[in-house]
């Protein structure tokens, strides 16, 4: 039997169990503070009068950030074009 074969017959054992459970808890914390710290990055953007814009284009999506006086440049021509855009455009100016 090759021995790529016969590595493959050989059963989990339970250091092997342990270390994938402690590689999925490393990935699930991981996660977590990623999707906290995408949110606070996103607060401070609002608190600090920024606007995002998401958007496709030929080669792939990009996230635009306009701050100050782009922000309420870029707000004046596009914020007809989507609805959260337009939310995002009404909340810079209850700021300003």
Known sequence: ?????????????????VFFAALACA??????V??????????????????TRDAAGITGGGTWRYC????VAFCRVH??????????CARLRKEA
């Open 79 to 88: 914020a007809a074009e989507q609805r959260s855009l337009a939310a995002k």
């Open 1 to 17: 039997m090759p021995a790529e074969a016969h590595r493959l017959q050989r059963r989990v054992g339970l250091r092997d169990r």
């Open 34 to 51: 990623g999707a906290i710290a995408s949110t606070h990055g996103s607060r401070a953007h609002a608190a600090q009068g920024c606007v």
């Open 68 to 71: 100050g006086a782009l922000a």
């Open 27 to 32: 990935a699930a914390i991981g996660a977590g």
